[in-house]
Nanobody, 127 residues
């Protein structure tokens, strides 16, 4: 498994931006598809974005398309989530996740495909 630590959450006004970071401790970080999920109070944890091992492919949830961008740096074992034009409905705890992927260009989106999770970082967007 991979140890994951998120950072970068906080309080921001609607329309603002935040960048989340996730640091991974794994010798084989580049073997993992990386993803971001979020969970709002009283709701299920939901997919936000994911990126393939080689960064060639990404997927975003419809609710964040055009506003959020996922990226990764395999030389530093880091994955990022740039969040722009934030809305109050983006308020949630954001979780970084890692899932083994057999192909470098494969993107995982299903929660069950990810077997390592961080502790989460709170993002609060005020109206």
């Amino acid at each position: 498994q991979v140890q994951l630590v998120e950072s970068g959450g906080g309080l921001v006004q609607a329309g603002g931006s935040l960048r989340l970071s996730c640091a991974a401790t794994a010798r084989t970080f580049s073997s993992y598809c990386m993803g971001w999920f979020r969970q709002a109070p009283g709701k299920e944890r939901e997919f936000v974005a994911s990126i393939s091992r080689n960064s060639r492919n990404t997927r975003n949830a419809d609710s964040v398309k055009g506003r959020f961008t996922i990226s990764r740096d395999n030389t530093r074992n880091l994955v990022y989530l740039q969040m722009n034009s934030l809305k109050p409905e983006d308020t949630a705890v954001y979780y970084c996740a890692a899932g083994r992927s057999p192909l470098p260009e494969m993107v995982l989106t299903v929660r069950a495909s990810f077997d390592s999770w961080g502790q989460g970082t709170q993002v609060t967007v005020s109206s």
